[in-house]
């Protein structure tokens, strides 16, 4: 068995390295760049993670070969070099896309995504050691495992009111009110409850609370300042 794995994790280290070389090829060919700046972002931070910051000495995967830690650490760095030519590709052919679906600045386009490339680090860097500690973490309440599932919703939720906003370009079915309430009805009441409580043993999650703030408070200005410009009081919009 252990010989079908280490044959597995080798064709996963050169599939995925093709993989990223014909999205290098594709993009510079094409003028355009080949992968989600989401999945970008997920992926290049796991690699950086965990070639230099959390390295793989020690686990039970790095026990299979000899140096098997050192060879993982080197694969991943070859893997985050390919990903940051990627990146490079996003940054030198993407705007025109998100300018022309959402219409957006470009400085708007830079914020969102340094800010996706820091949730997503900070994800990687927090989610293996939270993980680690499931079971005393939990300690088998099913609800304190739901309030993870929830913040990691109000995440994603959090993020599509703003892209449905710039996708729909006006404040159709919006309201501040709706902005403000939702600001406060996640990130600040339960979430300085899970952070007072948790402390930093509960850094992933917070890493999710921190991400429903930061965009609470954006789509909160973006509403406020879209209906400002339409002659709307934001206060009595219901």
Avoid at 21 to 49: C, H
Avoid at 181 to 186: D, E, F, N, Q, R
Wanted: hydrophobic share 50%.
């Amino acid at each position: 068995m252990q010989g079908y794995t280490i044959a597995a994790y080798h064709l996963a280290t050169y599939t995925w390295a093709l993989c990223y070389i014909a999205l290098i090829y594709r993009g510079f060919k094409d003028k355009s760049y080949g992968m989600p700046i989401v999945a970008l972002s997920l992926n290049l931070s796991w690699e950086l993670v965990f070639a230099l910051f959390i390295p793989p000495y020690g686990s039970a995967d790095a026990g299979l070969i000899p140096h098997g830690g050192l060879k993982a650490q080197i694969i991943f760095l070859v893997w985050a070099t390919l990903d940051l030519v990627i990146l490079y590709t996003y940054f030198r052919y993407g705007y025109p896309y998100f300018q022309k679906s959402y219409g957006i600045s470009k400085a708007t386009w830079l914020a969102f995504t340094a800010g996706l490339m820091v949730f997503s680090f900070a994800l990687m860097l927090t989610g293996g050691d939270f993980f680690r500690q499931f079971t005393l973490y939990f300690n088998n309440d099913q609800i304190e495992g739901a309030k993870l599932i929830a913040f990691g919703q109000n995440a994603l939720m959090s993020i599509s009111f703003i892209a449905l906003y710039y996708l729909r370009g006006n404040t159709d079915g919006q309201s501040f009110t709706i902005a403000w309430s939702k600001w406060i009805g996640t990130s600040m009441t339960g979430g300085i409850i899970y952070i007072l409580d948790r402390g930093s043993d509960g850094a992933f999650v917070i890493t999710f609370i921190a991400c429903v703030f930061v965009c609470d408070v954006y789509y909160m200005q973006l509403i406020y300042r879209a209906l400002k410009r339409q002659g709307i009081n934001p206060w009595t919009r219901f």
